[in-house]
């Protein structure tokens, strides 16, 4: 069961994703490209930062006015371990800890099938770029994942 009742507990490790938005957020891009995962997955906060920070590097040369990207999941579930001694007598020091509550060594993010992970929006010019980008991401991810290529919505002007 996905552990999410932080008033229970005392340390819980800090976040390591610096930002879920990134690039310019205007009205004018053409397409939406969405790396989508398919199938149920645990994430671990070390795996999004990474596929955001590749994806992100990939796609910087177009220029930041040119792109939006944003990092969808945010990693709530808190991940425990509890460290036993693996050394010469300490199958004494193990007995007991069947039921071991552990401490927190982490954040996760629950994924859904078919929920994305990363959408990047871009203009026609610049599609390739962007897939190469969700190309890359998706190697740095743990679950199996799509990329999506979606128009975008553009708003009437009232």
């Known amino acids: 069961m996905p552990y999410v009742r932080r008033e229970y507990i005392d340390a ?3 976040l390591r994703i610096a930002k879920f938005t990134m690039g310019s957020l205007t009205k004018d891009y053409d397409y939406v490209l969405r790396l989508v995962s398919e199938e149920k ?3 671990r906060q070390n795996a999004l930062e990474s596929a955001r920070v590749a994806a992100n590097k990939a796609i910087e040369g177009i220029g930041d ?3 939006f990207l944003r990092l969808v999941p945010f990693p709530h ?3 425990r371990e509890n460290k036993m001694i693996a050394t010469a007598g300490a ?3 193990s007995e007991g800890m069947r039921r071991a509550f552990g401490k927190p060594v ?3 993010a629950r994924i859904e099938k078919g929920e994305p992970i990363i959408e990047i929006y871009v203009k026609k010019d610049n599609l390739e770029k962007a897939r190469e ?3 890359v991401a ?3 991810l743990p679950v199996k994942s799509r990329i999506e290529i979606v128009k975008a919505e553009k708003e009437e002007a009232a």
């Open 77 to 79: 579930v808190i991940l």
């Open 138 to 140: 998706r190697s740095k």
């Open 65 to 67: 006015a040119n792109y």
């Open 91 to 93: 199958d004494r020091l």
């Open 12 to 14: 819980i490790p800090g």
């Open 133 to 135: 980008a969700l190309r």
């Open 106 to 108: 982490g954040l996760a």
């Open 41 to 43: 997955a645990q994430v």
